[in-house]
């Protein structure tokens, strides 16, 4: 593995290494990933038009399928701009925690849409009309942990708010496949607050281990083809106590 590139931001360390190998498979391959190992994007050096990572590519056929011709949508954390780099010619908003990973995925994995707004991606989505969007794609992670203000009843609200009469909220989780609390809260507040539920899950061998999910919201049934769900099966969480901002403190931090 080749080290591109390394920076560090408030609270997280981020780079860019080139490998031979990703998750088994031969190739040339470069890859943002945070200090602690976990991939955030990853592009094929041979083929760069190819959605390496399943969660994305799960994704988008879900948006593709559902809405073939939707016009807009806002992605909560941009990464390396693979979701709005696929859809290229649409309006699509991002919204980038870290000015680095912004310009990285132009310098190092070809992203060439539209510039990333930089900032809190609640607040970003704030700024956008109500029922305007789409869809809503929430891919959002540091090294830190979880961003909890983003899977909070408040914020199930918001987005909700700002979808149109047939929009969807699209979530990467990342959690236990089994009795995990913070899948479990995301899988209430989602089901509490829209008429429609999907979740999908990566298998695993043992159902405790930790797995990438895909839970969706909508307010229309959700459809989709699993031989294009790269992998992911149907996986609905057991239903927790929906998260509020004030157990985190959010409300307080905006005063």
Known sequence: MELLRRAEEPGFEVAVYETDELYGEKGRFRVLQFADGDVQGALDLNDPKRIVLEYPRAIVHLMEHNDPGFERAFIVGHGIGTIAGHFAGRDIRTAEISPTIAEWSRTFFGYAGPAAGIGDGRELLEREAD??????????????????????????KLARRKLNE??????????????????EAVWAGLSETFAHTRGFALPTDDPRDPT?????????????????MAGFEPSEPEPGTV?????????????
């Open 131 to 156: 029922g305007s969007l789409d869809y809503i794609v929430l891919d959002a992670f540091t090294e830190k942990g979880t961003p909890w203000h983003l899977f909070t009843r408040e914020f199930w």
């Open 166 to 183: 047939s929009g969807t909220i699209l979530l990467n989780v990342f959690g236990r496949g089994r009795r995990d609390s913070f899948v």
């Open 212 to 228: 990438n999910r895909i839970l969706v919201g909508a307010k229309r049934p959700i459809q989709g083809k699993l031989r294009r």
């Open 243 to 255: 998260l509020e901002d004030v157990m985190f403190g959010y409300s307080d931090m905006r005063r």
